[in-house]
């Protein structure tokens, strides 16, 4: 069975860090791409950053490059989105989601970063960017 869990998010003041990390299970890590999304209340969920499973490649949103970066450990088998330079608008639920992607699709996926090409989701953990 599929299973990834969030952990590290808070509360932050503006210019603050955090280091999320979804920790997944049932499938080796190296075989799939990984996106992680946000959701801020009254609006809909958006992709912000994917690593993929061939060559680790990394994406980002255009509201977080520069400030975000996304990385895996496949030895223990988590994903981290380390964010830097957090803002009120970074605000949001944050959500890790996989899917198997053949290397020819991951660039694809991990550009558009649609909600619909995840099949396996983590439960959220919440951020709070406020002084």
């Known amino acids: 069975q599929l299973q990834l869990v969030e952990s590290g998010g808070g509360l932050v003041q503006p210019g603050g860090s955090l280091r999320l990390s979804c920790a997944t299970s049932?499938?080796?890590?190296?075989?799939?791409?990984i996106g992680w999304f946000r959701q801020a209340p009254g609006k809909e969920r958006e992709g912000v950053s994917c690593?993929?499973?061939?060559?680790?490649?990394?994406y980002y949103a255009v509201s977080v490059k520069g400030r975000f970066t996304i990385s895996r450990d496949n030895a223990k088998n988590t994903v981290y989105l380390q964010m830097n330079s957090l803002k009120p608008e970074d605000t949001a639920v944050y959500y890790c989601?996989?899917?198997?992607?053949?290397?020819?699709?991951?660039?694809?996926?991990?550009?558009?970063?649609?909600?619909?090409?995840?099949?396996?989701w983590g439960q959220g953990t919440q951020v709070t960017v406020s002084s």
């Open positions: 690593i993929s499973s061939s060559d680790g490649s990394t």
């Open positions: 049932g499938f080796t890590l190296g075989d799939y791409a």
């Open positions: 989601a996989a899917q198997a992607a053949r290397e020819s699709s991951v660039h694809a996926m991990c550009t558009y970063l649609r909600r619909g090409d995840f099949g396996s």
